[in-house]
């Protein structure tokens, strides 16, 4: 006998909308193990999505207190954070239990930096929503080390950019850069002598540019958890002009990532 459906039964499942997509698979959401380095602007939206899409395991790493000008692009912080004295990271993972209390969110107050390859192996996906390219560096060869997909993302005003890196057969973010931005990071070490310390320029951002990014970077960890192709390899978005072009990269045979394409 075939099941009887009330009207509205299926309004009482949550994702009942998304299920009816059928490549997603749910299961593998609801299971996997995410980790997000950075609560800023795009971590906020990051796992704003994550939350909202049925995502159960998520972890949340920031080194950083949210100050007010935070305020105007991170969906999760309230006036009033900014002299909470909690951490970005731990408001995070407070509000994303309110947008759904069954969600495992884990959150950490440290540096990306604290994350080796073992760290990295206790996860299915890594989301990078940084700052600066020495800590994407940092977790763009942990994870490929890792053999761990990492989804980047950043934004600079009205564009952005999205990679997608799945080792072993992908490119990585540091296959795509060239001499200048090293020597950018060189100069900056040198002003302190350290690692941990140096100028940052503070970049222009708004909350579009970040809402579209974070999205794109959410949308391609449904897509690899699903077992769908994730772009290949880097999304160019241009709000003012309101397009998005993805190209393709080669592995730079350079590359420290890559033992094996030295080899060969
Ligand atoms: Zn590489």
């Not at 731990?90 to 947008?99: N, T």
């Not at 390859?117 to 996860?123: A, G, L, N, T």
């Not at 302190?192 to 974070?214: F, L, N, R, W």
């Not at 241009?238 to 094996?260: K, Q, R, W, Y």
């Amino acid at each position: 006998m075939a099941e009887m459906i009330r009207p509205g039964d299926r309004d009482e499942d949550r994702h009942d909308r998304t299920r009816l997509i059928p490549w997603v698979d749910m299961e593998r959401v609801r299971s996997a193990n995410v980790l997000v380095v950075g609560a800023g602007a795009l971590g906020n939206e990051a796992v704003k999505d994550l939350a909202l899409f049925g995502f159960r395991n998520v972890h949340i790493l920031d080194m950083d207190s949210v100050v007010r000008s935070n305020l105007s692009r991170c969906v999760l912080f309230r006036e009033g954070d900014q002299s909470s004295g909690k951490g970005k990271a731990s408001l995070v993972a407070e509000r994303a239990r309110e947008l759904d209390p069954e969600i495992h969110i884990k959150a950490t107050e440290g540096k990306v930096q604290s994350l080796g390859p073992e760290e990295m192996e206790r996860y299915d996906i890594i989301l990078g929503c940084l700052d600066n390219v020495a800590a994407r560096l940092h977790l763009n060869a942990n994870s490929y080390h890792a053999r761990v997909p990492y989804v980047d993302g950043g934004t600079a005003g009205f564009r952005g950019r999205v990679q997608a890196v799945v080792p072993p057969l992908t490119p990585c973010l540091q296959c795509g850069m060239n001499r200048s931005h090293f020597k950018v990071m060189e100069r900056r070490f040198s002003c302190t002598g350290q690692d941990t310390v140096y100028y940052q320029p503070k970049m222009a951002a708004e909350i579009t540019t970040t809402s579209v990014i974070a999205a794109v970077q959410v949308r391609e960890a449904v897509k690899v958890l699903s077992g769908r192709t994730a772009i290949a390899h880097v999304m160019h978005y241009d709000g003012l002009a309101g397009t998005s072009e993805v190209f393709a990269m080669d592995i730079d045979p350079g590359c420290p990532n890559h033992p094996s394409s030295k080899l060969s």
